[in-house]
Nanobody, 123 residues
Framework: QVQVVESGGGLVQAGGSLRLSCAASGRTFSSYAMAWFRQAPGKEREFVAAISWSGGSTLHADSVKGRFTISRDNAKNTMYLQMNSLKPEDTAVYYC????????????????WGKGTLVTVSS
């Protein structure tokens, strides 16, 4: 099992940047694929980005390609989401997720979830 805790959210102006972190507990962090999802008010949870256990494979949603970058540091049991050129439509609660398997974009296929961190982008 793995427990995950997100941090780094906050209020930023459009065009600005933020870096989210997801700290994981457990000795097997490096065995898990990791992902970021987000959920805006009144909307369903949507896929943002995912990274394989080794960091060798990544996926990014079309809506964030070229602006967001997912990465991980297995030595620190931490995953990151660097968010640049933020837009008001990026406003959401961002969730970290983990699974013992390959990369998917479907929320229900991810087994472990954090409580989320709020990102607000003002126009």
């Amino acid at each position: 099992q793995v427990q995950v805790v997100e941090s780094g959210g906050g209020l930023v102006q459009a065009g600005g940047s933020l870096r989210l972190s997801c700290a994981a507990s457990g000795r097997t962090f490096s065995s898990y694929a990791m992902a970021w999802f987000r959920q805006a008010p009144g909307k369903e949870r949507e896929f943002v980005a995912a990274i394989s256990w080794s960091g060798g494979s990544t996926l990014h949603a079309d809506s964030v390609k070229g602006r967001f970058t997912i990465s991980r540091d297995n030595a620190k049991n931490t995953m990151y989401l660097q968010m640049n050129s933020l837009k008001p439509e990026d406003t959401a609660v961002y969730y970290c997720a983990a699974r013992a398997g390959g990369l998917t974009t479907i929320p229900t296929t991810w087994n472990y979830w954090g409580k989320g961190t709020l990102v607000t982008v003002s126009s």
